[in-house]
């Protein structure tokens, strides 16, 4: 499977926004384990049925899980792709924090440079 990284603009802010609240990154938890019903969902919130679908209607949006109907339901499972470019995503934004404390790890490191020792050296001149 080929996994796009690179993201728009767009994409990152609807991923983001999808996973801000706590219901929707639990209804992407559970359909990653596997395929539900809406209804299934809905039924382990304390929230009406619609309030769950406009949580599946975000995820969806964001291309964070996919929706099919089957008879009268409409099953939603997890888009394992977007999830992917996803992680990538975050990855590389690690690798930029990593590299920013490498460097400022070495900052701290380096040995004070002469002048600061010529400096206070010369103070009781």
Avoid at 15 to 28: E, G
Wanted: hydrophobic share 45%; proline share 2%.
């Amino acid at each position: 499977m080929v996994v796009r990284t690179e993201f728009s603009e767009a994409e990152i802010d609807r991923v983001f926004h999808a996973l801000a609240i706590s219901t929707r990154r639990d209804i992407l938890r559970r359909t990653i384990e596997r395929e539900c019903s809406v209804s299934t969902l809905a039924g382990d919130y304390e929230m009406s049925f619609a309030a769950v679908q406009k949580h599946v209607a975000v995820l969806e949006e964001a291309g964070l899980i996919v929706k099919r109907a089957e008879g009268r339901e409409r099953l939603v499972r997890a888009n394992p792709e977007m999830i992917a470019r996803a992680r990538a995503l975050l990855a590389r934004y690690e690798e930029l924090w990593r590299a920013r404390i490498a460097r400022l790890d070495d900052l701290l490191a380096e040995k004070p440079t002469d002048s600061a020792d010529s400096d206070e050296s010369n103070e009781g001149v």
